[in-house]
């Protein structure tokens, strides 16, 4: 949907790999992730070296509280029939 241009959604995706242990294609999507990311995003070259090493990305608890909230919006939930 987004045509891969979104680094946020990009690196997590990478994350979640890393979290599952497929560290080569952590790599391969943090560095896509890098390839549309503008200037200041992150810990974008962190992520990269961390699943070089074989090492997942973390979220540091002192920054927890300056991240951005992905929560989904809230959307009305209709009844069946409803239109």
Not at 32 to 54: C, Q
Request: hydrophobic share 40%; no cysteine.
């Amino acid at each position: 949907m987004t045509n891969w241009k979104l680094e946020w959604f990009v690196s997590t995706l990478a994350a979640a790999y890393a979290e599952a242990g497929d560290f080569a294609s952590a790599v391969f999507w943090e560095q896509k992730a890098l390839e549309s990311s503008t200037p200041g995003f992150g810990w974008d070259e962190e992520r990269l070296k961390l699943y070089k090493e074989g090492k997942p990305f973390r979220v540091p608890r002192s920054h927890r509280s300056s991240m951005p909230s992905l929560a989904a919006p809230k959307v009305p939930v209709l009844s069946p029939g409803a239109r």
